[in-house]
């Protein structure tokens, strides 16, 4: 394996050779001096009306950036040749367009907007998706495996509606795993999601992309059978013949003899394969669209992140593949919030800008105010609210949510300005 420092400068090279074949195209608009943004998931595009509100709430209550989830199960919440559109638009015409209409009022009123996408989860174990255009539908092979099915799967064919059935019962009783995910291990998935943010920038004046579950459920996953085959041939070449044909018996019976012979070689096979996804997507960003910012939801301890959901986002920093960090702090715990931002903010390159992730969803108005507070003294270029829906729900938030942070807001600039 490289050196990290090798790595960092080898990403970085690559990142801004790249970008430096760009077609000559208008370049986004550039982030604020502090960003104020909303998180806004795809309930909130499934209507003109809807959409038309997340807009006016957000410029009325002084947010200057839109996050806006288009991308949200492998479906589409805008025009896409490439992936089914979302069926919570089933209701609407097939005009309309939410998110080119979100751009258009969100431009006008001077809000820069970011689409968000979630890079690989694709879809709910619950309800799987019925479009045969989907990427489950389409490409079951693409689907990540959690290492414990492994055996039990092995005489399913990856075609058979038992496969992803079978997967999907699984992920249904795991607490902690959200659906099901493409695996960016195999070439061809991972050409899948850059082409569709490819499509994205191509097709829409955005000020940015923002990635989402741009990680693995767990170190237990990807353990299909591409993925395992892709490192069998990243492996093969350095063997030894004797070693060769000794590894080839075990896997005969095994088809774990790769990844149990070379542990950390697996565990650094995935993290880089995640991170060269990462490097893709940002070229494909701003070789469309120059300048268009590059953001990724991350969790917020860095080695954690590396170790838990292989997402190395510290070397995604360091190496130029990100404009800003997110981390995702959701923690209802002042002091530990204000730790991980302080972490987050000291491990970044300088350049990169951390936009503190707030889950003010689980937060009282005060406790959502004293965290933007603390992400300001921590040094981040930002906040970010998760979630728009979630505040202006009448059943769900305390009343004038946004408001009262507007207020408490307005009433720290007015104070800092004073002390200038």
């Not at 209701?91 to 969100?106: G, T, V």
């Not at 389409?138 to 058979?160: C, F, K, N």
């Not at 038992?162 to 999907?168: E, F, M, Q, S, T």
């Not at 603390?374 to 930002?382: F, H, P, T």
């Amino acid at each position: 394996m490289l050196p990290r420092r090798t790595v960092r400068l080898l990403l970085s090279l690559l990142a801004g050779g790249l970008a430096c074949l760009a077609p000559a195209v208008p370049a986004a608009g550039a982030a604020p001096d502090e960003v104020r943004g909303l998180w806004v998931v795809r309930s909130s595009l499934r209507s003109p009306v809807t959409v038309e509100r997340v807009v006016e709430d957000a410029a009325r209550h002084g947010f200057n950036t839109l996050l806006v989830q288009v991308r949200g199960r492998g479906d589409a919440y805008y025009d896409s040749p490439l992936e089914p559109r979302a069926a919570g638009l089933a209701q609407q015409p097939s005009a309309f367009d939410p998110l080119a209409l979100l751009i258009e009022r969100a431009h006008a009123a001077g809000l820069a907007v970011h689409g968000w996408v979630n890079v690989n989860l694709v879809a709910s174990a619950v309800d799987l998706p019925a479009s045969s255009r989907h990427v489950v539908n389409r490409h079951p092979e693409w689907v990540m495996v959690p290492r414990v099915l492994v055996q039990e799967l092995a005489a399913t064919p990856v075609d058979s509606p038992a496969y992803i059935g079978r997967i999907a019962r699984w992920t249904r009783a795991q607490p902690n795993v959200e659906g099901l995910y493409t695996t960016p291990l195999v070439p061809a998935a991972a050409d899948h999601v850059v082409t569709v943010v490819s499509d994205l920038m191509r097709r829409y004046p955005l000020d940015g992309v923002h990635l989402d579950y741009v990680r693995f459920p767990s170190p237990d996953f990807d353990y299909s059978r591409a993925a395992l085959a892709e490192f069998r041939a990243s492996v093969l070449p350095d063997l030894a013949p004797a070693e060769r044909e000794r590894l080839e018996r075990t896997l005969a019976v095994d088809p774990f003899a790769y990844v149990d012979f070379f542990p950390t070689r697996w565990g650094a096979f995935r993290r880089s394969r995640l991170t060269a996804l990462v490097m893709r997507l940002r070229t494909a960003a701003q070789t469309i669209r120059p300048g268009a910012f590059v953001s990724a939801a991350v969790y917020p301890d860095a080695t954690e992140a590396a170790t838990l959901k292989l997402q190395d986002w510290r070397l995604w920093a360091e190496g130029g593949l990100l404009d800003a960090v997110c981390p995702m702090a959701y923690t209802t715990d002042r002091a530990q919030f204000l730790r991980q931002i302080t972490d987050a903010a000291r491990v970044v390159a300088p350049g990169v800008a951390v936009w503190a992730g707030i889950g003010a969803y689980r937060l009282p108005p005060a406790d959502t105010i004293a965290n933007i507070g603390a992400a300001r003294s921590a040094g981040a270029a930002g906040f970010l609210l998760f979630s728009y829906d979630s505040l202006v729900d009448p059943a769900a938030s305390a009343p004038d949510y946004l408001g009262q942070i507007r207020r408490a807001v307005a009433a720290e600039d007015a104070s800092t300005a004073g002390m200038r």
